[in-house]
């Protein structure tokens, strides 16, 4: 490994994999780079600082300009995809598969981020391909918070154009084209909601520089995608043609049940079990809720419990001391103790 000295008096490294621990020579003269730990101590007694001062004070310099090493930030492991096993179709054996593909493999589909030209790419050649399989429903589960108009016009089109029917379900939330794509991708009747998502739809917003021409092109361009957009909505919700261009005008936030009334949607898809089921002493009032939580409200299990927010505490049970000694059986004939030679063991 070369080494090269720099304009102070300090060696870098010129070449390697290693990272260089730039140490700054202080009346000692220059310092060659990538050192040991014990070649480190060395240049740490020529100093009055320990060694562990001088690693840390060399590691954490950063003179501007500078192109000494940089204390790297401590981030999270990252969270794997979870593997599911499963069998393909065709085949004997199962396989582990990514969790996405197996939802994949049952024609499920789901769109997690804003809709840019390579998520509608990749959606558009995922929903050509399901197509080819069979003539089974896709569903389309959605938790977009927007995206790009004309990508998402060219998911719309393709979903409109295979043969499979297709079905629409929101979960966590639905704005802007996410919220078009969901009133007007999915099949009418077959449009679902989870019962805490959020939904808003708008127009379409854009911005234009250059000559005062060019700028009136592209305002007119962008009046005419509102107007068919608008147009859309319009057939797939039920709403006069006027009443959405005035609603959506500014952003129109909605929850699932007034996106019901809106024509956005069909149906909710409800739990279970309703929360009436509970018993009334579990149910505490809203006002209560609202004033008990305007701070942070500690609480241990047993407050936890009379409060309604969990059910039961998981106790383990105390083990049983160990017996000191020989055990001691009584004859009561005999009135005697005998000891046992067998001991518990532990």
Known sequence: MATQLGPNG????????????????????????????????????????GFWQTASKQINVRSRGSS??????????????????????????????????????????????????????NMIALTLYLDSLDKKRIYYWLNCPGGDVTPTLALYDTMQYVRSPTATVCYGMCLGMGGFLLTA???????????????????????????????????????RVRDYLSLVISDSTGQPYDRVIRELSRNKWMNPKEAIECGMIDKVLTYTESLTLLPPSHLISLLQVIRE??????????????????DKVLTTPMPKP?????????????????????????
């Not at 390697?16 to 480190?40: D, E, P």
């Not at 940089?70 to 393909?88: G, H, I």
């Not at 409200?297 to 927010?309: F, H, Q, R, S, V």
């Open 322 to 346: 160990p017996s000191i000694g020989p055990k001691f059986r009584f004859d009561r004939e005999q009135g005697t103790g005998e000891a046992m030679q067998s001991r518990d063991v532990i």
């Open 10 to 49: 300090a060696s870098r490294c010129a070449a390697g994999s290693r990272r260089a621990v730039r140490v700054q020579a202080s009346g000692v003269g220059a310092y060659v780079g990538v050192k040991s730990a014990g070649q480190l101590q060395q240049v740490a007694k020529q100093k009055p600082e």
């Open 293 to 310: 939580l305007s701070r942070n409200k500690w609480m241990n299990p047993k407050e936890a419990i009379e409060y309604g927010m969990i």
């Open 185 to 223: 991708g999915g099949e009418k009747g077959y449009r679902y909601s989870m019962p805490h998502s959020i939904l808003m739809m708008h127009h379409p917003s854009g911005a234009s520089r250059g000559q005062a021409s060019e700028m009136h092109i592209e305002s007119r361009e962008l009046v």
């Open 68 to 121: 000494g090493p940089r204390r790297r930030a401590v981030t999270m492991m990252p969270v794997s995809t979870p593997k599911v096993l499963v069998r393909p179709v065709g085949q004997r054996q199962y396989e582990w598969v990514d969790l996405w593909e197996s939802y994949t493999m049952n024609k499920v589909v789901f769109i997690r981020e804003a809709i840019s030209e390579d998520v509608a790419n």
